[in-house]
């Protein structure tokens, strides 16, 4: 059975980094994997994704500070995320663009407070 599992998120201070791992198993054959979260209240947003030949996309509120990046050996997407700001807490969601459908894990808590 296909399914995505996280780790890495916690609590950090401002200003902290964090790592996020997500694991793909199963038949999914993947083309993009990436990253989204969802802050209380707002709707859920793109935060990174990269393709199977490593191109990536970045929203802009990120850039400069997440990096995404995939081992394909491993089918496993990490997200190294770097000078975290208040406003990056949310619950991140792994994402895979397979085929013929997508999938989510069941998403991981970051909060960032002092």
């Known amino acids: 059975q296909e399914q995505l599992v996280e780790s890495g998120g916690g609590l950090v201070q401002p200003g902290g980094s964090l790592r996020l791992s997500c694991v793909a198993s199963g038949r999914i054959f993947t083309m993009f994997m990436g990253w989204y979260r969802q802050a209380p209240g707002k709707q859920r947003e793109l935060v990174a994704t990269?393709?199977?030949?490593?191109?990536?996309n970045y929203a802009d509120s990120v850039k400069g500070r997440f990096t995404i990046s995939r081992d394909n050996a491993k089918n496993t997407v990490y997200l190294q995320m770097n000078s975290l700001k208040p406003e990056d807490t949310a619950v991140y969601y792994c994402?895979?663009?397979?085929?013929?459908?997508?999938?989510w894990g069941q998403g991981t808590q970051v909060t960032v407070s002092s």
């Open positions: 990269m393709s199977n030949s490593g191109n990536t």
């Open positions: 994402n895979v663009q397979a085929t013929v459908r997508q999938y």
